[in-house]
């Protein structure tokens, strides 16, 4: 975890250089990124949170490749109209190929060889792969990189009462997810763009930095992602995409309404048959007809949440976890290394802690307190636990909420039974 | 899981006919794979059983693009050599990028700008990612694909002692993780071909239809796979790749050797400072004076082990497989669905075994015995719960080892504790 002290020069938004600074990420070409050992967590975090909310809904994990054939791409009609965006080449056999970037075509032709009947449907599948853009500006880091992670799922039913039902179940479970990520989550009306479709909703949270503009009704601010999400209530309130918006064409009062920038973290297609009817994506009805399968697509940007939910939730100091993503939820915070009681008493919490499987983080250099203090208060593990800084003490540990700055003394089977029932 | 009676007519062999039967893959372009739901969990499990080997011996995850700027591996020297295995193309600004078909350039890169002391070494980096290597002639489904995933681990040493201790180190946590896969593996001596170096070992597999050809001492076929591993054995034993191989130069008879086919499913290379010198990827020693880092590189093809396993673990039904990668522990055959008992029962079951985290499929389909029994011995689970082939029975599970072909009969209450102590 190469933490650094000094602010990057390069990085425009917070959430940039607070990834920089605490070792995050590392940019290896223009858009494109390794992720450090402590980035990954973040990432892989995110990923459990998604897959769980995914399996719940029953959505089947699958994986495509990275790489695509053009062939799909000109069945479907889109390969012209992706524009720049695509990146293409050609193999050692001149195939063209291309970097995917989104996956409807591929998975309609997954479903068309595998699935002829409407008895298994509606069917639900899902993957996490790294996609590419080429985005002519790629800015503010994971933001808007050009190779992303992303999570994409896709529904298929048999007509279009199915696939409103499918629609709204994942629209609820998008509300969920980004819920148990610790997220101030607003779903708003949009546009469906060049993946196609009538309907289409996506998921934004508000950001100073946000490039998006969105308009929503107030109410939504005091709907508080610490409470148990309403979902009744979360659904029946305004919200649109900029390029949606009309004052005069709403069933709201002017000054009930708000606008802020924002970061769309997640997009929701109602699809319909745009790619069954190009691709022959056919099954049998319930009377023996052939008829096209209903799809929805469905996407979550996994590498530029990492960056979305920094920007909702950092102070001066640096960032602070939710706990549901937090790569460590406990950083162990060792001020007297030469100090044989300090190093038993951060040793025994150090590996309880980890027999329980709470993620802890030791810090065990030879840094003096401040340097350390600054480095955790980065990094915003949810819970330091300060061993040391009191002369004498025995088993008093410190216990610091990064997120309210309080600090408790207490005993160390104390700090035990909180994390155990946490 | 679309599973498929018939044998598919363009797989040549056995692991590719049993990948494709059993709904895990479809092909998207030459040597390019989608992995199904069943597919995936497999190749899940494996990377579990890396990952806690990795874990174990201090190896830190991160995760490194797919693509890379052409500028790291011209910088390495590399960039011409690799030939036309190597997938290279022009981004929208007309920079020359790639898609990574190893990472030792891009590693040394993440290492020089964050490590600079040798206070920080030893240091052992992996990351599993997929990879691209346009082969001329993919072939044998997974096991020779163009886009496969790997893992692959760096090691970073301040001199040869210390890099010769990692290599040692990195040898026995493969043979452990083999080992752990239920496979049966020889540790070969080695070329090092394009990644450089003058030590290198290969990891094989005993196949009938292997690509390799290695030779041995016979006693490594009494090794056995399943009791626990004797290094020290392991590591005395003559073992090379064909082109190493010299009946006039080595210290044994010619009788105690045994030459076959086999499938390479991973490699180790000391590299030393090939690439640290030409990337001066330098650090501080102890002395003050700068040296270049000496390494060592990790390979293990995750995906081509899918295919590997099943090559040294099927029958004439079909797969087998071993309890640590099975993509389900246990399979239950519902054989009388219009029976209330019988759909209790193995509901109950179904319900109680995903409450203990056991991996189950519940066959709950209207298919009459006989094809379910062929569909499970054809998906492998090391475990069928059959319920409902005998009438008026109660209580009583027929439990069937895939591998053994043995059935019990067993109480219910019986067949939970097998699982829960298992």
Redesign the interface.
């Known amino acids: 975890m190469?933490v650094l002290k000094e602010v990057p020069a390069e990085a425009q938004v917070i959430s940039h250089r607070l990834m920089l600074r605490s070792?995050m990420i590392?940019q290896?070409?223009?858009g494109?990124?390794?992720?450090?050992?402590f980035g990954?967590r973040a990432?892989q975090n995110i990923i459990k949170v998604i897959t769980r909310n995914m399996s719940k809904v029953g959505s089947?994990?699958?994986?495509?490749?990275?790489?695509?054939?053009a062939s799909?791409w000109l069945e479907s009609g889109r390969f012209e109209n992706y524009g720049?965006e695509m990146?293409?080449?050609q193999?050692?056999?001149d195939?063209t190929?291309l970097?995917g970037p989104t996956n409807e075509d591929?998975i309609t032709?997954?479903f068309r060889?595998?699935?002829q009947s409407y008895k298994d449907l509606p069917k639900n599948?899902y993957h996490i792969q790294?996609k590419?853009r080429?985005e002519?500006r790629p800015r503010f880091g994971v933001m808007r990189a050009?190779?992303f992670l992303m999570k994409d799922a896709y529904s298929f039913d048999i007509d279009q009462a199915g696939a409103h039902k499918s629609y709204n179940q994942m629209y609820l479970a998008y509300l969920q997810t980004f819920h148990d990520m610790g997220l101030h989550v607003i779903p708003v009306v949009a546009d469906s763009g060049v993946i196609g479709g009538d309907l289409s909703h996506e998921f934004h949270i508000l950001a100073e930095h946000g490039e998006s503009t969105i308009f929503y009704d107030k109410r939504f601010l005091h709907l508080s992602a610490s409470k148990s999400l309403n979902m009744e209530e979360v659904g029946s309130l305004y919200a649109v995409a900029e390029e949606k918006h009309d004052f005069n064409n709403g069933n709201f009062l002017e000054d009930e309404i708000a606008s802020s920038k924002s970061i769309e973290i997640g997009h929701i297609f109602y699809i319909g048959t745009k790619y069954s009817k190009a691709m022959k994506a056919v099954v049998n009805d319930s009377n023996g007809n052939l008829v096209p399968v209903e799809m929805c697509s469905y996407g979550i940007g996994i590498s530029r949440l990492v960056a979305a939910i920094i920007e909702a939730n950092h102070d001066e100091k640096g960032i602070i976890w939710p706990s549901s993503v937090a790569p460590f939820t406990v950083s162990i915070l060792n001020l007297n290394m030469s100090d044989d009681k300090c190093n038993e008493l951060s040793k025994i919490l150090y590996d309880q802690l980890l027999a329980s499987d709470v993620s802890v983080l030791y810090d065990d250099t030879e840094e003096r307190a401040g340097s350390k203090f600054a480095t955790h208060d980065l990094i915003g593990s949810p819970y330091q636990l300060i061993i040391g800084s009191k002369k004498g003490a025995s088993d008093i540990v410190e216990v610091k909420n990064r997120k309210t700055g309080k600090i408790e003394e207490l005993d160390i089977n104390l700090v035990m039974k909180l994390f155990l029932n946490d």
Chains 1, 2 share one sequence.
């Open positions: 190469p070792g590392r290896q070409a223009s494109v990124y390794s992720w450090l050992p990954l990432l089947l994990e699958m994986l495509m490749p990275c790489i695509q054939p799909l720049k990146l293409k080449f193999d050692r056999h195939n190929l970097f591929m032709d997954v060889h595998n699935i599948l790294w590419f080429d002519i050009r190779e």
